[in-house]
């Protein structure tokens, strides 16, 4: 199987610069690693594969299922091939995806008679209804063979969806990939014996010693424009919740997003590096390295971010052991923004920091 299998697409995923991550925690003599903010657990799964202990944590639920399938999960993939056997040969059903979220191809277009773009031709969202349904018949408990199931189909879904990488809205127009049919297959999880832990907490509720915490904390927007297009994780990828939870919640909105996903004024909604407010961000920054005072640190962040890099060094100060910078790829929504009301021209190009702390 290829090795990025694994990888959902994801805001922020940080696979292209894993190697540098890697090369800055090899220098040091560290056994145990907090991945703090593990997304779609890509920092996660490189590290384990590295040899290291493992903490994965985030307050995402599908980041929680990413990590117990590809963390803690220690059946064979030999047991999860006649289950996904079997899901894939399942006839699709008319369910709650399909209503909210299945089109059909109107001449090339996936704008539907409600005027509502949508994210996944029927014939697939009749199958993910038909297969979570399946799941949670072999497993109707929360368990870790449940989210190495979860995650397949998450997997899957993710290679014909018709967006751009988020779920905040969808392309007018079906891409090609999206008239293909889902199809399962087992996570190219590895089996070991170490203590690796999985939390769906914030980063601040975390109280297990790590040799290292690594944090790839939400960059928010410096963009005074339009200060509340930053990436909101819960927001952006709330298909991905529906599918771990299988709640079928109310929707709002042209996206039909979950409505717990839907503003700030939410409890949960946001983390503390979201926040529209700078000096809440800025203070969650202190706080994060005062709490783990007795570990190396090692932070990514880049200079189109909420804080500013300057004031990163000021507050890292007299911790900083390292720290290098180097170009970083604009993504693919950045680029597709169009309208010169909200578009702004950067004076620097984009560029990826990573800053290592000592111990206090």
């Not at 799964?45 to 599908?62: C, E, H, W």
């Not at 990413?66 to 289950?83: D, K, M």
């Amino acid at each position: 199987m290829r090795r990025d299998y694994n990888l959902i697409r994801y805001a922020g995923n940080k696979r292209k610069i894993v190697p540098k991550i890697l090369s800055f925690i090899s220098e040091l003599n560290v056994d145990k690693v907090l991945d703090g903010f593990s997304g779609s657990t890509a920092v996660s799964q490189a590290l384990k594969n590295d040899g290291y202990v493992v903490g994965s944590n985030y307050i995402a639920v599908y980041s929680k299922v990413f990590g117990e399938c590809f963390l803690l999960n220690r059946t064979p993939q030999s047991f999860f091939a006649p289950l996904i056997e079997e899901l894939n040969s399942l006839t699709g059903i008319d369910g709650w995806f399909t209503e909210h979220y299945g089109g059909y191809d109107m001449n090339g277009s996936s704008v539907q008679e409600d005027n509502k773009k949508r994210p996944f031709q029927i014939h697939n969202t009749k199958r993910i209804d038909a297969i979570r349904e399946k799941i949670d018949s072999f497993y109707p408990d929360d368990c870790i063979e449940k989210s190495v199931l979860i995650t397949s189909l998450i997997l899957a879904v993710d290679k014909v969806s018709n967006d751009m990488g988020h779920q905040v809205s969808y392309l007018k127009t079906w891409t090609k990939k999206s008239a293909n049919d889902i199809i399962l297959e087992v996570p190219n999880f590895k089996i070991d014996n170490l203590n690796h832990k999985v939390y769906q907490k914030t980063i601040f509720d975390i109280k297990d010693k790590y040799d290292l915490v690594y944090v790839d904390p939400p960059y928010g927007t410096s963009n005074k424009k339009t200060p509340t297009s930053r990436v909101r994780y819960q927001s952006y990828y709330h298909i991905w919740t529906t599918i771990c939870l299988n709640d079928k919640p109310n929707t709002v909105g042209v996206a039909n997003r979950r409505y717990d996903a839907s503003s700030d004024t939410i409890k949960s909604s946001i983390s503390e590096f979201e926040d529209l407010d700078l000096k809440y961000v800025e203070n969650s920054f202190i706080k994060m390295i005062d709490q783990f005072k007795d570990s190396y640190i090692l932070i990514s962040y880049n200079n189109r971010s909420k804080v500013t890099i300057d004031k990163l060094f000021e507050i890292f100060d007299k911790r900083i052991n390292n720290h290098i910078s180097f170009g970083y790829k604009e993504n693919a929504q950045t680029n597709a923004v169009s309208n010169s009301k909200y578009k702004i021209v950067h004076k620097e190009p984009l560029k990826e920091h990573l800053f290592l702390l000592n111990p206090a």
